[in-house]
């Protein structure tokens, strides 16, 4: 099945601090999703993106179909940031969605 | 908006018993899955499902079986609840659209441990 890799793993940020948050993938695919896990557990989905760039707010992320990544900036980051990225990728029209193991976010006063 | 409802946050179970987990979305999504997720490992999928009475493995189904009876309600069963399936249960609800371009929304987690 499709690999999916991000980094790194863990991160600390001083509040302020600007971030960039990779995930690889070793396949074509046509749905690619950032998902943030707040401390108490819920995964809010941050973009859909499969290719180009997108913008919200402090977040913007940019996906390079043909190069196999995708990119998550966090600027002026907020301790409210804190939490787990997810990266999850679908191969196919109709597959499951796999996902990477996180990057673990940690953004200090 | 969007609203997926688990009907726990936290849940303690004893070894052997029989584990009951439910899930109700209320925007009249097609598509519905759960997830466990445990440190290290992201989440993964256990089962999906994409119509009322249909269902689908995932990549770890095993000792885990699922029900879906009303097209806005998505169960999980624990037919003998082990200590290896203490973790973190996520349930997911999507729209159904062509290409595969639908966005994943995710209620608030299950805490399961088993004693």
């Known amino acids: 099945g499709i690999q999916v890799e991000q980094s790194p793993p863990d991160l600390i940020l001083q509040e302020g601090a600007n971030s960039t948050l990779r995930c690889n993938f070793s396949?074509?695919?046509?749905?690619l999703q950032w998902f943030h896990q707040n401390p108490w557990g819920q995964l809010i989905n941050l973009f859909y993106?499969?290719?180009g760039t997108k913008q919200n707010g402090r977040l913007s992320a940019t996906t390079v179909a043909t190069e196999r990544y995708s990119l998550l900036y966090i600027s002026s980051s907020q301790t409210t940031d804190s939490g787990v990225y997810f990266c999850?990728?679908?191969?196919?029209?109709?597959?499951?969605?796999?996902f990477g193991a996180g990057t673990q976010v940690v953004v200090t006063p | 908006d969007v609203k997926v409802t688990q009907s726990s946050r936290y849940l303690v179970k004893r070894t052997g018993e029989k584990v009951f987990l439910e899930c109700v979305q209320d925007?009249?999504?097609?598509?519905m899955f759960w997830y466990r997720q445990d440190p290290g490992l992201g989440l993964r999928l256990i089962y999906f499902?994409?119509?009322?009475?249909?269902?689908e493995k995932g990549d770890i189904p095993e000792g885990y079986s699922v029900s879906r009876e009303k097209k806005e309600r998505f169960s999980l069963i624990l037919e003998s609840a082990s200590t290896n399936q203490t973790s973190m249960y996520l349930c997911?609800?999507?729209?159904?659209?062509?290409?595969?371009?639908?966005?994943?929304?995710f209620g608030p987690g299950t805490r399961l441990l088993v004693l």
């Open positions: 997911a609800s999507s729209p159904q659209r062509g290409g595969g371009q639908e966005t994943q929304y």
């Open positions: 396949d074509s695919v046509n749905n």
């Open positions: 993106i499969p290719s």
């Open positions: 999850a990728v679908r191969p196919e029209s109709w597959g499951k969605l796999q």
């Open positions: 925007m009249d999504h097609e598509n």
């Open positions: 499902s994409y119509d009322v009475k249909m269902k």
